[in-house]
Protein backbone atom coordinates (compact mmCIF):
# COMPACT_ATOMS: atom_id res chain seq x y z
CA UNK A 1 0.00 0.00 0.00
CA UNK A 2 1.53 3.32 -0.81
CA UNK A 3 0.71 6.53 -0.01
CA UNK A 4 0.86 9.88 -2.02
CA UNK A 5 -0.05 13.35 -1.66
CA UNK A 6 -2.07 14.98 -4.76
CA UNK A 7 -2.14 18.88 -4.63
CA UNK A 8 -5.26 18.79 -6.59
CA UNK A 9 -7.11 16.24 -4.31
CA UNK A 10 -6.53 18.78 -1.06
CA UNK A 11 -9.56 20.41 -0.27
CA UNK A 12 -9.36 24.08 0.80
CA UNK A 13 -10.99 24.94 4.49
CA UNK A 14 -13.90 27.25 4.86
CA UNK A 15 -13.76 29.99 6.49
CA UNK A 16 -16.69 28.43 9.18
CA UNK A 17 -14.97 26.75 11.16
CA UNK A 18 -17.15 23.33 13.01
CA UNK A 19 -16.64 21.70 16.10
CA UNK A 20 -15.59 18.27 16.29
CA UNK A 21 -18.13 15.50 17.00
CA UNK A 22 -16.20 14.61 20.16
CA UNK A 23 -16.96 17.97 21.65
CA UNK A 24 -20.34 18.40 20.81
CA UNK A 25 -22.71 18.62 23.91
CA UNK A 26 -26.87 17.90 24.03
CA UNK A 27 -28.70 20.53 24.74
CA UNK A 28 -28.32 21.24 28.67
CA UNK A 29 -24.83 19.68 30.17
CA UNK A 30 -24.88 18.20 33.72
CA UNK A 31 -22.48 18.58 36.31
CA UNK A 32 -22.64 17.68 39.82
CA UNK A 33 -25.62 19.65 40.41
CA UNK A 34 -25.43 22.95 38.14
CA UNK A 35 -26.23 22.68 34.23
CA UNK A 36 -26.36 24.55 31.47
CA UNK A 37 -29.21 26.56 29.87
CA UNK A 38 -30.73 24.85 26.38
CA UNK A 39 -29.56 26.81 23.47
CA UNK A 40 -27.28 28.33 25.03
CA UNK A 41 -23.37 28.66 23.40
CA UNK A 42 -21.22 26.05 24.33
CA UNK A 43 -17.85 26.06 25.95
CA UNK A 44 -15.66 24.61 23.01
CA UNK A 45 -11.79 23.82 23.49
CA UNK A 46 -9.58 26.64 21.87
CA UNK A 47 -12.60 29.16 21.84
CA UNK A 48 -14.21 32.21 24.39
CA UNK A 49 -16.90 31.27 26.32
CA UNK A 50 -20.00 32.86 24.67
CA UNK A 51 -23.20 33.73 26.30
CA UNK A 52 -24.27 30.96 28.92
CA UNK A 53 -25.90 30.77 31.85
CA UNK A 54 -24.04 28.49 34.87
CA UNK A 55 -27.38 27.21 37.65
CA UNK A 56 -26.19 26.17 40.76
CA UNK A 57 -23.33 25.11 39.71
CA UNK A 58 -21.09 24.55 43.39
CA UNK A 59 -17.90 24.05 41.45
CA UNK A 60 -16.77 27.28 41.78
CA UNK A 61 -15.33 27.54 45.22
CA UNK A 62 -11.41 28.02 45.08
CA UNK A 63 -11.95 28.39 41.17
CA UNK A 64 -8.93 29.93 39.34
CA UNK A 65 -10.39 31.44 36.33
CA UNK A 66 -7.66 33.95 35.49
CA UNK A 67 -7.88 35.19 31.67
CA UNK A 68 -10.88 33.73 31.00
CA UNK A 69 -13.46 35.43 28.62
CA UNK A 70 -16.74 34.91 30.41
CA UNK A 71 -18.60 37.85 28.07
CA UNK A 72 -22.21 37.89 28.86
CA UNK A 73 -22.10 34.78 31.09
CA UNK A 74 -25.53 34.52 33.70
CA UNK A 75 -24.71 33.10 37.09
CA UNK A 76 -27.36 32.03 38.81
CA UNK A 77 -27.45 30.25 42.52
CA UNK A 78 -23.65 29.64 42.00
CA UNK A 79 -21.24 29.69 44.78
CA UNK A 80 -18.32 31.84 44.43
CA UNK A 81 -16.19 31.41 47.43
CA UNK A 82 -12.30 31.98 46.66
CA UNK A 83 -12.82 32.63 42.90
CA UNK A 84 -9.76 34.43 41.31
CA UNK A 85 -10.97 36.17 37.93
CA UNK A 86 -7.69 37.79 37.23
CA UNK A 87 -7.21 39.28 33.92
CA UNK A 88 -10.65 38.28 33.03
CA UNK A 89 -13.18 39.59 30.56
CA UNK A 90 -16.64 39.69 32.47
CA UNK A 91 -17.94 42.41 30.19
CA UNK A 92 -21.95 41.93 30.35
CA UNK A 93 -21.55 39.28 33.21
CA UNK A 94 -24.72 38.83 35.46
CA UNK A 95 -23.57 38.01 39.33
CA UNK A 96 -27.52 39.15 40.31
CA UNK A 97 -28.26 37.93 43.59
CA UNK A 98 -25.48 35.39 44.15
CA UNK A 99 -23.27 35.47 47.03
CA UNK A 100 -19.52 36.46 46.19
CA UNK A 101 -16.81 35.69 49.16
CA UNK A 102 -13.14 36.04 48.93
CA UNK A 103 -13.16 36.37 45.33
CA UNK A 104 -10.93 38.32 43.41
CA UNK A 105 -11.50 40.44 40.43
CA UNK A 106 -7.63 42.03 40.07
CA UNK A 107 -6.63 43.56 36.06
CA UNK A 108 -10.58 42.65 35.83
CA UNK A 109 -12.32 43.83 32.76
CA UNK A 110 -16.28 44.73 34.16
CA UNK A 111 -17.92 46.49 31.74
CA UNK A 112 -21.53 46.52 32.06
CA UNK A 113 -21.11 43.81 34.70
CA UNK A 114 -24.00 43.62 36.98
CA UNK A 115 -23.50 42.69 40.80
CA UNK A 116 -27.27 43.51 41.05
CA UNK A 117 -28.60 42.48 44.82
CA UNK A 118 -25.61 40.73 45.50
CA UNK A 119 -23.52 39.42 48.70
CA UNK A 120 -19.99 40.72 48.44
CA UNK A 121 -17.36 39.89 51.62
CA UNK A 122 -14.20 40.46 51.13
CA UNK A 123 -14.26 40.95 47.92
CA UNK A 124 -11.06 42.29 45.86
CA UNK A 125 -11.15 44.76 42.84
CA UNK A 126 -7.37 45.58 42.84
CA UNK A 127 -6.19 47.39 39.69
CA UNK A 128 -9.75 46.85 38.15
CA UNK A 129 -11.94 49.52 36.58
CA UNK A 130 -15.59 49.45 38.37
CA UNK A 131 -17.04 52.23 37.10
CA UNK A 132 -19.17 51.27 34.25
CA UNK A 133 -20.53 48.03 36.51
CA UNK A 134 -23.58 47.98 38.53
CA UNK A 135 -23.68 47.79 42.37
CA UNK A 136 -27.71 48.22 42.72
CA UNK A 137 -28.87 46.98 46.01
CA UNK A 138 -25.64 45.14 46.83
CA UNK A 139 -25.13 44.19 50.18
CA UNK A 140 -21.30 44.03 50.69
CA UNK A 141 -18.53 44.25 53.95
CA UNK A 142 -17.36 47.72 55.04
CA UNK A 143 -13.83 47.23 53.60
CA UNK A 144 -15.54 46.36 49.84
CA UNK A 145 -17.73 49.29 49.79
CA UNK A 146 -14.76 51.03 51.14
CA UNK A 147 -12.62 50.33 48.09
CA UNK A 148 -15.68 50.83 45.77
CA UNK A 149 -16.49 53.96 46.93
CA UNK A 150 -12.73 55.62 46.39
CA UNK A 151 -12.80 53.83 43.08
CA UNK A 152 -15.63 55.65 42.40
CA UNK A 153 -17.77 53.33 41.38
CA UNK A 154 -21.91 53.68 41.57
CA UNK A 155 -23.35 52.15 45.11
CA UNK A 156 -27.25 53.30 44.40
CA UNK A 157 -28.88 51.50 47.30
CA UNK A 158 -26.03 49.48 48.63
CA UNK A 159 -25.93 48.50 52.23
CA UNK A 160 -23.02 47.47 54.05
CA UNK A 161 -23.10 44.55 56.10
Known amino acids: MSTSFHPDEVTLATNEAKTPTMLKQDDSTNAQDGF ?13 LRPFQVRNFKLL ?8 ALQGATFIGSTLVG ?4 RSDLTD ?9 NVTFSSTSLKRTSFRNAKLRNVSFHNTDVKHAMFDGAKMDKVTYAMLKSAEATLNDTVTI
Do not use: C, H, R
Open 93 to 101: VSFDDQTLE
Open 36 to 48: MEPNAAKPVAGGI
Open 83 to 86: TDFT
Open 61 to 68: TGAKLKTS
